[in-house]
Every structure is written in C-alpha cells, then in structure tokens.
C-alpha cells in the first residue's frame, strides 16, 4: 500500500513543506492530497485524517503520523536506506537537536514573515526579535556547515531531515530580503537549487487561493488590487 501525504496549500503551508520534499529528495513513492487552509469546510476535511485537525498528515495504511518531525522520523526508520538522518552518531545527534530547535522556536520570524513563494522578493522591515531569531539561525546553519557539512552543499552535507526542517525558513529568508552571512546565503542557495524545491514552487505559483493573515502586500496580491 503506497504512502498518502495529506497537505495545506503549497504557498502557505511551511509544515507541509518539510515532509513532502524530505520524501521527494529521497525518491521516497507516495500520492499527495491537498486540504486548502481556512477555506470552508477546511478543518473539517483535515479532521477526516487527522485528530488535531492540522496538516501535515503522514498515511501508511493503519498507521497515522500527524506531526511533521514524527512523520521524519517514521520515513527514517522504514526507510533507512534515505539516510535522512546522518550515519555518524555525533552528527545524527546534532541534527536532532537543530531540528527540535526549529520545531519548537523561532515564533517571531514565523509571526512576522509567513511563507509565502509567491510575493516579490524584496526587503521588508521585521521587528527586533524576529532579526534576533535570524542571526542565531544563520550562526546554526553555519556551525553545521563547519562541523559536519563537507560531505556537500547542505547542513550535514548531504540532504535530510535537518535541511526539510529549515527550508521553510529559507523561503522566508529569501522572500522578505533578510540579511545573512555568506555561508548561510550559499546554503540557501543550495536548497533552492534542488529539484524538489523547483517542483514545490512551481505547484504553489499555480495555487488559486489566498490567505489575507499571510500577505504583507495586502490588499495587492499579485498585481491585482482587491476593493
């Protein structure tokens, strides 16, 4: 039986990212099912997959993982051979605890700039504690590159779950024009470089639907005014 991924709209939805382009990097089979956001009768088709009434939604026959680091960590265990985790135990152990990190914090730069793949990728003023959450996320990725990135262009080298728990912020980084270092800037160009974030992107440009709370263009959205 093959795997289901239930997921919100590929534009806004930064938790469904993380699980979809693990598995699409990983070559890992599965159908998608795509549940609009805040749209009527939304939570109630989510709540057909899942008992929190959020997405992602991971579907493996009887079994329902409904949280984006578990659904990681499932794929890991039946599918070890993606090595989304890194083999050396030191490094495995790092990973877990950035990934935690972003699984569990940096809730002002979620606040003040949602992802969003479609606005025009341009500076845009953030508030003190969302800078704050930047720079300790830049100084994260570039540890990690410096420890345990040689192996590649990616946190560990190459990809896993780590980088599928970040690319969201890249995204949000790359939109709203925030400062980096150079080697988190390079990293970020090599996620946006993969194959599946092109797919990802493209999907979410084609999408009809919007999020008002989700546009700091509002009520400009893609070039269209809205009385």
């Avoid at 990725?141 to 980088?163: E, I, M, V, Y």
Wanted: charged share 20%; hydrophobic share 50%.
């Amino acid at each position: 039986m093959s795997l289901t991924l239930i997921i919100g709209n590929k534009n806004y939805s930064s938790w469904s990212l993380r699980p979809w382009i693990a598995m699409t990097v990983a070559g890992i089979a599965f159908d998608e099912k795509v549940i609009p956001l805040y749209e009527p009768g939304s939570r109630e088709a989510i709540l057909q997959y899942s008992p929190a009434g959020k997405v992602p939604v991971l579907i493996d026959g009887d079994v329902t993982i409904w949280e984006s680091l578990a659904i990681l960590e499932y794929l890991a265990e039946k599918f070890p051979n993606a090595r989304l985790w890194p083999a050396q135990a030191r490094a495995r152990g790092h990973a877990r605890a950035v990934a935690s990190e972003m699984h569990g914090g940096f809730q002002a730069l979620r606040k003040n700039c949602p992802m969003n793949l479609w606005l025009p990728v341009r500076e845009r003023p953030v508030p003190d504690d969302a800078m704050d959450n930047v720079r300790r996320i830049d100084a994260l990725w570039s540890d990690c590159r410096a420890r345990f990135g040689q192996g590649g262009a990616l946190l560990f080298g190459a990809f896993g779950a780590a980088d599928a728990m970040y690319a969201p912020v890249v995204a949000r980084l790359h939109t709203y024009g925030l400062p980096v270092s150079a080697v988190a800037r390079a990293y970020m160009d090599a996620v946006m470089a993969l194959p599946a974030w092109s797919l990802w992107r493209e999907a979410a440009l084609k999408e009809p639907w919007v999020m008002q709370g989700n546009e700091p263009d509002w009520p400009l959205v893609r070039g269209i005014s809205v009385q």
